[in-house]
């Protein structure tokens, strides 16, 4: 199969099995212990149908939105995800300048693989920072500092992340940072050659955001030493509360599901939250976004802005996301897949496939904007 000739989430990731490793793929596509919320994060968009008005005269279509003071070309985003450029050697920068091209915003992990001041450099659409909370308080500190002086518009805290998820797959094969391969998993390296041709002839691999204040030195840390060793289980609210204050500007919770959750975050000054169980990588079991978000979104939708991440596949998922009252959507693999297949190349293709997927859905849905879909749209099951 060849970029060309994809068409849909699922070629996608299809010729990006192809391209990988497997227990490279396995890490993109894998998730908790029997990956049930997983498949539930898309299954549960085929729970309820859309409801189209015709005869609307919809002529000209505005999918723009704004969230967290964020002025965006289309309703949906690149949610940061670590460890891109195993993916692809160009990794953050291929996706920054595929979303650039679309007027959308992308984002920057810590555990990201191209520094925040390089890819600012770089790129100019809105910037997101996915941050950890460190038991060094100072680190945390250290790094938002960072990250300001690199002109980041938005800094997210993930907090569904305080420990790593049971990843079985990656267990099966060694996956980690640095590697530690079982037989398995290096015959799978073995395998697919071009990749490590490509792996070693560009650009080192690096981790620069912990470079510059943790020791990386022999890759002693691996990422699951990185969850279990520096990440701080006790964080709470006031700890977070008092990096909202820090920040001072546009400040996120990823990792945000049920309604009490919600409210605290508007009670701290968060201006966004992201409806999110981290695409099913960490509690299998757990409930999806989409199961939550008309209840999140009626208890606090008027007074902070509401992202739904995890599922997506579709534009008529988005649709049915915004029909709830999300002012956006993000998601991972849906670029994951295409930036392993193809690089810059895959990500626009399917950012472009996505805006064609939500401006003809909205077409048909008789919605000229964003702010026209409403729960009347919707039908659930």
């Known amino acids: 199969m060849r970029l060309k000739h994809c068409h849909n989430y699922q070629d996608f990731r299809t010729l990006a099995r192809k391209r990988l490793p497997g227990p490279i ?79 959308t915003m992308f984002g920057v992990s810590s555990l990201g693989t191209v520094s925040l001041k390089d890819i600012r450099k770089e790129f100019s659409n809105p910037q ?18 960072s990250a300001k002086e690199a002109g980041v518009e938005v800094m997210m805290l993930t907090v569904d992340s305080i420990t790593g998820g049971n990843r079985e797959r990656d267990l099966r094969t060694g996956f980690s940072i640095p590697f530690r391969l079982t037989l398995a998993g290096m015959i799978q390296f073995a395998i697919k050659p071009m990749w490590g041709i ?59 599901m049920s309604v009490e959750d919600a409210k605290k975050a508007v009670d701290i000054g968060c201006t966004g939250i992201i409806l999110s169980n981290h695409g099913g990588r960490q509690l299998d079991g757990s409930r999806a976004p989409f199961d939550q978000l008309s ?8 007074q902070i802005d509401v992202i739904m991440d995890s599922g997506i596949q579709r534009g008529t998922h988005v649709l049915k996301a915004l029909s709830l009252g999300a002012k956006a959507v993000s998601g991972g693999r849906f670029y994951l897949y295409p930036l392993a297949a193809a690089g810059q190349d895959g990500v626009e293709r399917a950012l472009g496939l996505m805006h064609a997927e939500i401006e003809r859905g909205m077409r048909l849905m008789g919605c000229k904007s964003v702010g026209d879909l409403t729960s009347k749209n919707l039908r659930f099951r």
Not at 200 to 214: G, I, S
Not at 295 to 301: K, L, Q, T, Y
Request: aromatic fraction near 12%; charge should be negative.
């Open 25 to 103: 793929f396995n890490y993109i596509d894998g998730a908790a212990d029997d990956e049930v919320t997983y498949v539930r994060n898309t299954a549960c968009f085929d729970d309820c149908d859309l409801v189209p008005n015709v005869l609307s005269g919809v002529e000209d279509i505005d999918m723009s939105v704004t969230v967290m003071g964020q002025k965006l070309d289309m309703p949906l985003y690149c949610s940061p995800t670590a460890l891109q450029r195993l993916f692809h050697h160009r990794g953050e920068r291929a996706v920054a300048a595929a979303a650039e091209k679309y007027g």
């Open 295 to 302: 209840e999140i979104v009626d208890a606090v939708g008027d």
């Open 198 to 256: 490509n792996y070693v002839t560009h650009e080192k691999f690096r981790l620069p955001q912990l470079d510059d204040f943790v020791d990386m030195s022999d890759g002693a840390l691996s990422i699951g030493r990185y969850f279990t060793e520096m990440l701080d289980p006790s964080m709470d609210w006031g700890d977070v509360a008092e990096m909202v204050k820090l920040w001072d500007g546009e400040f996120c919770l990823k990792g945000i």
């Open 128 to 145: 997101v920072y996915q941050f950890y909370f460190h038991k060094d308080r100072g680190l945390n500190r250290a790094m938002m500092d």
